[in-house]
């Protein structure tokens, strides 16, 4: 895994759109996002423009490091003939995807570095009240955005009809996730149907963790989606997955 995680990190780097994508449009988002959040009512909700902004940067990470990134990844390799041969050796499935996984998961987890100490220095968001929770929803974000993107890489025909599978998740994701705009200011009904989306519980976690607000009734929610949702997205992995050119 480890020789197969330096060789695509090799071919990552090569590959400048992606590596643009995946390393820099999620740190520049959330500039985008603190002019909106500056303008919201955020009056009875307990969050801040810093606990607005350090969860949208990482659910941000999430989507462009790890989900769409490895989406055109696994469709490229796949195309290629790579994962066939792959398969043929000794490495079982898991591996090989673990393996292609590896250099975009480190990307997000360096950029969720870099971002929350952004955050705390330039927002004065201070530390997390609940660290494991805000660590749980990391972890949990990053396994469910990689099995998302193989997932959606099964219905993808080529790496160009990749950028376009992804938007529809990404979209959905980033307006009814709390990313950009958090469930607490949404209508009830709105914030219901919102907090049933994938990537909301792992967003609900990391701010939870930094404001300590949750419940432990809300923490449970939370963790229970995101489980879920992984639990779905691995099983739609072994199910779907394509390891040879569409035809």
Known sequence: MTALARAEL??????????????????VLPFSVRGAAENMDLEGTGLSIGTILLPASIGFSLLFAVYMAL????????EELVLKRLRV????????????????????LVQTLVLVTGCMV????????????????????????????AVTAAFSRSSESAQVTVMPLVLVSMIGSGITVPLEIFP????????????????????????????????????ATAVAWTALAVFAVRRWFRWEPRH
């Open 122 to 149: 330039l927002l004065d968001v201070g530390l997390p009240e609940a660290p494991h929770l805000a660590v749980l929803g990391l972890l949990l974000g990053i396994v469910l955005c990689a099995a998302l993107g």
């Open 188 to 223: 009830d009904g709105l914030a219901r149907v919102g907090e049933l989306l994938p990537l909301t519980g792992a967003i609900t976690l990391v701010r939870g963790g930094w404001t300590g607000a949750l419940s432990g009734g809300e923490t449970l929610t939370a963790l």
């Open 89 to 108: 050796g000794e490495l079982r499935d898991v591996e090989i995807l673990g393996g292609a996984a590896l250099p975009s998961v480190c990307i997000a």
């Open 10 to 27: 090799t071919l990552l780097v090569r590959s400048k759109g992606t590596l643009f994508a995946a390393a820099f449009v999620p740190l």
């Open 71 to 78: 989406t055109g990844i696994f469709v490229t390799r796949r």
